[in-house]
């Protein structure tokens, strides 16, 4: 603790015969923001595209790039251009990517999500072969498979949290197998991790 007669820093008149906690810092470190390359090596935090992740919306269709209105310079890639595309993300430095899969039909259990003849396990094989130190992930979500576009499979009102965990657990090992270096559970069901594992 500091005392006004040990304080190392200069004394207030007005703090006399009181013990303070000193009003000005200790250690100045302004000098180490006096200019931008200073702050850029002493930065806590640098942010640089290896550590960014592009999203990717693959659909099971032929065709050029679609644009999506929703996501301003996103687009959904037919899987025809997959090794092109990860090629570009590579390129600008990005090193990796989540893969979000639009499959040719859906249904009530979006059993499309573990189908290897998918567009997300098609779209992961062609980039792993074009560029095979890209970072690939997938969602592993039933809400772009099911007709009804809920996360998981519908009984009644509710969704059944169990039986959707099958399903996804067999989409994660599906994209593993093409080649994802990781699965990225979002479909919200309880126990979803631990089953996926």
């Not at 189908?115 to 980039?127: L, S, T």
Request: with cysteine.
């Amino acid at each position: 603790m500091f005392s006004p007669t040990t304080s190392p820093i200069p004394r207030d008149s007005a703090l006399d015969g009181l013990t303070a906690v000193p009003t000005r810092p200790v250690v100045r470190p302004r000098r180490l923001r006096a200019s931008a390359g200073l702050r850029e090596m002493v930065a806590e935090t640098a942010l640089s595209a290896s550590q960014l992740m592009q999203p990717l919306f693959i659909v099971d269709a032929n065709g050029e790039q679609q644009p999506l209105d929703a996501l301003p310079g996103q687009h959904r890639w037919p899987v025809s251009h997959a090794d092109s595309v990860a090629e570009g993300v590579r390129t600008s430095g990005v090193r990796s990517v989540i893969l979000f899969g639009l499959p040719a039909t859906k249904d009530a259990v979006g059993s499309s999500a573990s189908d290897p003849r998918g567009p997300v396990p098609r779209a992961i094989a062609a980039m792993r072969r074009a560029v095979p130190d890209l970072v690939i992930a997938a969602d592993v979500c039933l809400c772009e498979y099911t007709d009804h576009g809920h996360c998981g499979i519908v009984a009644g009102d509710d969704v059944a949290n169990d039986a959707t965990l099958e399903r996804l657990a067999s989409a994660a090992v599906t994209y593993a197998d093409a080649g994802a270096n990781v699965v990225a559970p979002s479909a919200m069901m309880d126990g979803q991790v631990t089953v996926i594992r």
